[in-house]
């Protein structure tokens, strides 16, 4: 049997924390934290939707990704200093983006923007999917403060949104790979579900080999586990505030 670093069984996640009102000034932020890996989520609401939309009633949701420089084993160069906005980032910045507009009512948001920033200060495996996890926390803080100061009538929320990752390591399935095993995993697959279970994204390759349908299937079990028990975290820090 494979041994995890960090001691958690096959179908363990990492300890997931989240802090909400992280930041003074944002709309909506929050720190969240799985494992080593911490990220801050902070969203801005701005009265305006890109030119695609305007006239349409509808509003837009997008996000911003980023690495910090010293979040890394090694020093990441900052996108700015590169002059362009690496391709990794720009994947999961927009993959980001469609999970979060795949649970909000856009028209019920008028046209109004929210810009999420999910800046990961240290990584340790899971970013895209733990960014995701936050941002929806951050995103149902902003609207539910704009339901409570009359600008909105009500919650133009449908569902909740989660994600994890799960992979094949030396022949174990591993659910929430932390870098060590992400790093190695002969199979890698990254799920984002809704709170009632369907799907917005399945993301998945064999880096190092191939896996059947019954691992396939497999993985969408352990998966739904995980994001079961992401949704109800995320549920229970809505609830607290």
């Known amino acids: 049997m494979y041994k995890r670093i960090d001691g958690r069984k096959p179908t363990e996640m990492r300890q997931v924390k989240i802090r909400t009102d992280y930041l003074k000034y944002a709309e909506g932020s ?4 799985a494992g ?3 990220i801050i989520c902070a969203v801005s609401l701005e009265d305006k939707v890109p030119p695609f939309l305007r006239g349409s009633g509808k509003g837009w949701i997008t996000a911003e ?10 020093r990441t160069a900052r996108d700015a200093a590169k002059g362009r906005l690496s391709g990794r980032s720009q994947e999961i910045q927009r993959l980001i983006g469609r999970s979060l507009r795949a ?7 008028g046209e109004r923007s929210l810009i999420v920033d999910c800046d990961v200060i240290q990584a340790d495996g899971g970013t895209r999917t733990l960014a995701i996890t936050g941002a ?6 902003t609207l539910a403060r704009l339901v409570k100061s009359g600008a909105l009538p009500k919650l133009p929320v449908k569902d909740f949104v989660a994600a994890t990752s799960v992979g094949i390591v030396k022949g174990e399935m591993l659910l929430d790979l932390c870098y060590a095993e992400d790093s190695v995993a ?4 990254n799920f984002v579900m809704t709170g009632k ?3 917005v994204e399945v993301q998945g390759t064999g880096e190092g080999g191939f896996f059947t349908k019954s691992q396939m299937d497999a993985m969408v079990a352990l998966a739904r586990k995980g994001i079961a028990d992401l ?10 505030e």
């Open 231 to 240: 949704v109800s975290l995320q549920s229970k820090t809505l609830k607290r």
């Open 103 to 109: 649970v909000v009512d856009l028209k019920a948001l």
């Open 65 to 74: 990704y980023a690495l910090l420089p010293r979040s890394t084993h090694t």
């Open 136 to 141: 929806y926390v951050a995103v149902h803080d």
């Open 36 to 38: 080593n890996t911490r």
């Open 30 to 33: 929050v720190l969240i934290e």
């Open 186 to 189: 002969d199979v890698d697959f």
């Open 197 to 199: 279970g369907k799907f």
